[in-house]
T-cell receptor, first 115, second 110 residues
Framework: KAGVTQTPRYLIKTRGQQVTLSCSPI?????VSWYQQTPGQGLQFLFE???????NKGNFPGRFSGRQFSNSRSEMNVSTLELGDSALYLC??????????????FGPGTRLTVL | QKEVEQNSGPLSVPEGAIASLNCTYS??????FFWYRQYSGKSPELIMS????GDKEDGRFTAQLNKASQYVSLLIRDSQPSDSATYLC??????????FGTGTRLKVLA
């Protein structure tokens, strides 16, 4: 069974640009969550999507957005990049069972560097 | 108070010893608990999930959950140098939100 895949694996952007990251979940998983990981802040929850709907959102500015497609693949977008957005962006998928936070499996991540 | 707390470490144990990693959480209605291992520069890898009070064993790993004390732990028996990594505790609620601790760095000394 294929795992969670993320593309691209590495990105270098400059301040003010925007970026789109992609995540394909494990087959059969309908929930996709996005996280930002930095050395100082650890893993911070961005948002979670299930069946093309955002079910939960973390405390990030509106520059961070996401969407999910009918095949459960998800994208996240960061507009007007800032130096502080440099981080490892992780996507995790799960079945998304109703009323239960079930087991999430992580992709390899996208390392974003903002210059 | 942080929602999920872990000692940042490093926790150093000799090869072959038992490593004990601890995690406390603040939300009493939390339902799901997870341990992940993360090597430097890599993504988190699931070790175990636990949903009910008590112990759950998988190979050299045992997770222990005590909801009354809001405490979950991970024991690693016969620790190996390859177990040296950061261990993340995560807590899930019914609102599809997962809160992660900042992780405990484990060093297994050969």
């Amino acid at each position: 069974k294929a795992g969670v895949t993320q593309t691209p694996r590495y990105l270098i952007k400059t301040r003010g640009q925007q970026v789109t990251l992609s995540c394909s979940p494990i087959s059969g998983h309908r929930s996709v969550s996005w996280y930002q990981q930095t050395p100082g802040q650890g893993l911070q929850f961005l948002f979670e999507y299930f069946s093309e709907t955002q079910r939960n959102k973390g405390n990030f500015p509106g520059r961070f957005s996401g969407r999910q497609f009918s095949n459960s693949r998800s994208e996240m977008n960061v507009s007007t990049l800032e130096l502080g957005d440099s981080a490892l962006y992780l996507c995790a998928s799960s079945f998304g069972l109703a009323g239960v936070a079930d087991t999430q499996y992580f992709g390899p991540g996208t390392r974003l560097t903002v210059l | 108070q942080k929602e999920v707390e872990q000692n940042s470490g490093p926790l150093s144990v000799p090869e072959g010893a038992i490593a004990s990693l601890n995690c406390t959480y603040s939300d009493r209605v939390s339902q799901s608990f997870f341990w992940y291992r993360q090597y430097s520069g890599k993504s988190p890898e699931l070790i175990m999930s636990i949903y009910s009070n008590g112990d759950k064993e998988d190979g050299r790993f045992t997770a222990q959950l005590n909801k009354a004390s809001q405490y979950v732990s991970l024991l690693i028996r016969d620790s190996q140098p390859s177990d040296s990594a950061t261990y993340l505790c995560a807590v899930g609620s019914g609102t599809y939100k997962y809160i992660f601790g900042t992780g405990t760095r484990l060093k297994v000394l050969a």
